[in-house]
């Protein structure tokens, strides 16, 4: 019940395509979720996050899409570039337990 | 510049030796915790803590020891470690958010830890 499953587990898109990453969880008490980008060699970096009141977010390129009665949640990268070649991660957190957890990761490949 | 900083980068080590990962963040945050992370496991967390003196276990803490004397300070200790141990491990820290969960998490650049 605590598990956040992600897929795919990797992805390649030519450039200016769109990116798709999926996870879905089981907790329907987690109130935060978050999407995290990880370059080779650094730490993971918020990227951009979502709460359950909302369907969805958007910023810049990045659009989360939340679907609470299924309980899924998605990434989306709009014109996908080269430089959003990295590791990213899902995660799902729980107010007032600080217990935070993450999904398996998506290593995406973007083709120039 | 907010950071987190963790040290070493780099350990390898044996069976056995006790070692101590630091980390230490200037953001004056709550909550620290740390991860490590495995090929197709992702992050897993290891220990957390919410303050000073208040810690607990996450969701694989055999193995380990934590402890928060100072609100900028959580090392991670691996009094025994084993080959199994042998992984990238992450400190983050976060200030607490709305109804006193985590928010926005800051991550180290991870100590890569190898026990031979």
């Known amino acids: 019940q605590q598990q956040v499953k992600q897929s795919p587990q990797s992805l390649i898109v030519q450039k200016g395509g769109i990116s798709i990453i999926n996870c879905a969880y089981e907790n329907t008490a987690f109130d935060y979720f978050p999407w995290y980008q990880q370059f080779p060699g650094k730490g993971p970096a918020l990227l951009i996050a979502?709460?359950?009141?909302?369907s969805e977010k958007k910023e810049g390129r990045f659009t989360i899409s939340f679907n609470k009665s299924a309980k899924q949640f998605s990434l989306h990268i709009m014109d996908s570039q080269p430089g959003d070649s990295a590791t990213y991660f899902c995660a799902a957190s729980l107010s007032g337990t600080y217990k935070y957890i993450f999904g398996t990761g998506t290593r995406l490949k973007v083709l120039a | 510049e907010a950071q987190v900083t963790q040290n070493p980068r780099y350990l390898i080590t044996v069976t056995g030796k006790k070692l101590t990962v630091t980390c230490s963040q200037n953001?004056?945050?709550?909550?620290m915790s740390w991860y490590r992370q495995d090929p197709g496991l992702g992050l897993r967390q290891i220990y957390y803590?919410?303050?000073?003196?208040?810690?607990d276990k996450g969701d694989v803490p055999e193995g380990y020891k934590v402890s928060r004397k100072e609100k900028r300070n959580f090392p991670l200790i691996l009094e025994s470690p084993s080959p199994n141990q042998t992984s990238l491990y992450f400190c983050a820290s976060s200030a607490t958010a709305f109804a006193g969960g985590p928010g926005e998490l800051f991550f180290g650049e991870g100590s890569r830890l190898t026990v031979l």
């Open positions: 979502i709460r359950p009141d909302v």
């Open positions: 803590s919410m303050n000073v003196e208040v810690t």
């Open positions: 953001m004056n945050h709550e909550y």
